[in-house]
């Protein structure tokens, strides 16, 4: 799914700047992600109970955060390239409506085993620019784009 | 005062029933719809078996709608206020839709902290997800913050 390149151990550079993704998540959005994932927790769609919490409307679940992140890093690698692991804070709470960026950069480059692994530090940041949501990641990528 | 208590505290470690799910097509779709995600993995067989894929694959986080069963003992849970804290993924190998995935969780830390929404109470747990072949699929450690 990626417009870009997608990366390969031999050409990516520390400091690099995963490509970002923009989402926009709204209260339908919500709802949907409530219902495939089977999470019924009522800040996420229910207004009153999220104002009675002290939050100015539904909050976006976390885990749909995570989803977001998760498919900047898969958008990135490609078909060729594997998500081996991820962590991800909610530190801040984000409203739907409001324009989410992921973005990531990588921090490390390592071989383990057969694998060529990269590092990478990801985050979520809300439409005033604010990080919300923190996180690290690795990704396994081809050693080399063979040429067609 | 002190909200854990010693009857928390031996909840620790104990795993929860385990249940198996089947990864069904029809799910997957529809939590990458809800994602907002259109990879043709996620949704088309042949996409999914250019990409090295026995078939339709789910998305990572797709873990999160596979639910723990209930806890042998329910948790004596003091507050009713909720926020999911974050979690930590390893994915060892796909949720292919076919496989047949057995989820287990258990609680491997409790600690509380004083913050801006008076005491909370941190729950971390961690889920592991083993798939036909009796292979860890997958891991996710996931804290719960009740307040």
Redesign the interface.
């Given at each position: 799914?990626g417009k870009g390149r997608a990366p390969c151990f031999d050409d990516v550079e520390v400091g690099e700047a995963v490509p970002p993704l923009q989402?926009r998540?709204d209260t339908r959005?919500l709802v949907?992600?409530a219902?495939?994932?089977?999470?019924y927790?009522q800040?996420h769609y229910d207004k009153d109970v999220a104002t009675a919490?002290?939050h100015r409307s539904v909050i976006v679940?976390?885990?749909?955060k995570?989803?977001?992140i998760?498919?900047m890093l898969?958008?990135w690698i490609g078909?060729?390239g594997?998500?081996?692991?991820?962590?991800?804070?909610?530190r801040g709470i984000d409203y739907p409506g409001d324009t989410l960026t992921c973005r990531g950069r990588v921090t490390a480059k390592r071989r383990d085993g057969d694998r060529n692994l990269v590092d990478c530090e990801v985050w979520i940041e809300n439409g005033a620019g604010q990080v919300t949501t923190p996180?690290k990641a690795t990704v396994a990528v081809p050693a080399r784009i063979p040429r067609g | 005062m002190p909200v854990i208590t010693s009857e928390m505290r031996a909840l620790i470690h104990l795993d929860t029933v385990p249940v198996t799910y089947e990864i069904e097509k029809g799910a997957i779709r529809k939590f990458a719809r809800a994602i907002g995600d259109a990879n043709p993995i996620y949704h088309d067989d042949d996409a999914a078996r250019g990409a090295g894929y026995r078939g339709i694959v789910a998305p990572p986080t797709f873990l999160r709608s596979l639910v723990p069963g209930p806890e042998r003992t329910p948790f004596p849970e003091p507050f009713d206020r909720i926020l999911d804290g974050g979690s930590q993924y390893t994915f060892d190998e796909p949720l292919i839709a076919g496989d047949r995935v057995t989820v287990v969780s258990k609680l491997v830390e409790l600690f509380e902290k004083q913050g801006r929404l008076g005491t909370m109470l941190f729950k971390v747990r961690e889920i592991r997800y083993q798939n036909q072949h009796g292979r860890l699929a997958a891991t996710q450690r996931t804290t719960t913050i009740t307040y």
């Open positions: 799914m989402k998540p959005q949907m992600y219902g495939a994932s089977d999470d927790v800040i919490a002290g679940h976390g885990a749909l995570s989803a977001f998760a498919q898969t958008d078909a060729a594997r998500l081996v692991a991820m962590e991800v804070s909610y996180g | -």
